[in-house]
């Protein structure tokens, strides 16, 4: 969902998914820990190392969190997206959306139906949930534990994120 100002690279999807597979555990155990220690400079370490994973992901090749994930819908989102699209917020929410436990609107079926060829065709009006995904900016970082070890099998950027993170943690701090 970050489709501009990056170095073109083809994303294979089913070799990340192989490795997601593969590496599931460490990468979430690694997570979890950061829940208890926290590197004192966690957030400059995030940001240099968010730096590279740009630098090798192509999200208009990818685009697997809208064939594969939903996002929330606030209802800004709703009345923007339904005012675009020349609809009012109720047909919207009855073609496209369901209502969680948790008061959430989220999609009824994936991919997203604003998927189209691989792009989004809302991309000036998308929810705020896309513009902001994959959250690698998030503060405190290990805030959004829970999240990361959601996408980290979705979202190729996060995948390696967290990756190169753990080595570097593993590798230059008390650990
Ligand atoms: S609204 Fe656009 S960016 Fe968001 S999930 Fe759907 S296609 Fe992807
Ligand atoms: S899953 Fe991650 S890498 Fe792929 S398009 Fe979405 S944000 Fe980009």
Redesign the pocket.
Known sequence: ??PMGYIYRYMDLANFKDKARRKKKPLIEFLQKLDDIVPHDMHELVAKVDATVWQD?N?TS????CKTMTPTFTNADIKRISAHLTMTTATFKEKWLKKEETGEWVNTTQPCQFLVDDKCSIYEVRPADCAE??HHDKKPFDAYNETFINNVM?????FTLVDRLKKIVERDYEW
Not at 62 to 65: E, F, H, I, M, V
């Open positions: 969902m970050q992901t999200c990818c685009a697997n969190c995904f994959p979705h979202c190729p950027a996060t």
